[in-house]
């Protein structure tokens, strides 16, 4: 979707589905991309708050992949918590910063694009 210049709103868990079998994981709802950057034009965009970046609830914020990028950083963070709160991390320290560094309130603080929060992503496996 980065690559076609589409910024996601509104996703969150429930725009994943997870196949347990071949542990691989899709992206099933994608009726709320929307082409970027824009300019928020609305109190706040739609969605649910525990996945949304600052921004998301800022009157005239650029929404862009940095955005996508904090959205994806939330998701990673509530998927692979023990469910404790958010206090029990399941997924090593290198993910956990990488989740630290895409959830940051800045959006010029995080990884400029999906590309880069993915590379991280995985090279953090290799740490």
Do not use: C, K, N
């Not at 955005?67 to 206090?87: H, M, Q």
């Amino acid at each position: 979707m980065e690559d076609a210049g589409h910024v996601a709103v509104d996703l969150y868990d429930g725009s994943l589905l997870y196949d347990f079998a071949g542990g691989t994981m899709r992206l099933v709802d994608l009726d709320e991309y929307r082409p970027g950057p824009f300019v928020l034009e609305d109190e706040r965009l739609p969605g649910s708050t525990r996945f949304m970046a600052p921004e998301e609830f800022v009157r005239g914020a650029v929404i862009d992949v940095r955005t996508t990028v904090f959205t994806l950083g939330r998701t990673a963070r509530l998927l692979l918590d023990a469910g404790d709160g958010e206090r029990a991390w399941r997924g090593g320290p290198g993910r956990l910063a990488v989740v630290e560094r895409a959830t940051r309130a800045g959006p010029g603080q995080r990884f400029a694009s999906v590309r880069q929060l993915a590379r991280a992503w995985r090279d953090a496996d290799r740490s």
